[in-house]
């Protein structure tokens, strides 16, 4: 059972940055795709940015030049990098990970509050 222990979350203010890490543990197979989602009440979780195994990425169109995502496969470890942040960046933000059986895992989200 793949387990993921999210990081980094917390209250910024409006033009700060963040930087969320996501640290997977006890996969037996290798991680594919590797997210950040991210859920606000009432509405359905998103999509905010993926990276394969061969580092292509994904991004929402609203965080697109602000945020960045990266990972280090010698740690199982994905990070989200948001800079210019801005209140509708506020969410519980979720780890996704998929291993190479295409069984995907969350973690059980942070929460970031950009208010001044």
């Known amino acids: 059972q793949v387990q993921l222990v999210e990081s980094g979350g917390g209250l910024v203010q409006p033009g700060g940055s963040l930087r969320l890490s996501c640290a997977a543990s006890?996969?037996?197979?290798?991680?594919?795709?590797m997210a950040w989602y991210r859920q606000v009440p009432g509405k359905q979780r998103e999509l905010v940015a993926d990276?394969?195994?061969?580092?292509?990425?994904t991004y929402a169109d609203s965080v697109k030049g602000r945020f960045a995502i990266s990972r280090d496969n010698a740690k199982n470890t994905v990070y989200l990098q948001m800079n210019s942040l801005k209140p509708e960046d506020t969410a519980v933000y979720y780890c996704?990970?998929?291993?190479?059986?295409?069984?995907?895992?969350w973690g059980q989200g942070t929460q970031v509050t950009v208010s001044s």
């Open positions: 996704y990970v998929r291993d190479s059986l295409a069984l995907g895992y």
């Open positions: 006890g996969s037996r197979f290798s991680l594919t795709t």
């Open positions: 990276i394969t195994s061969t580092y292509i990425t």
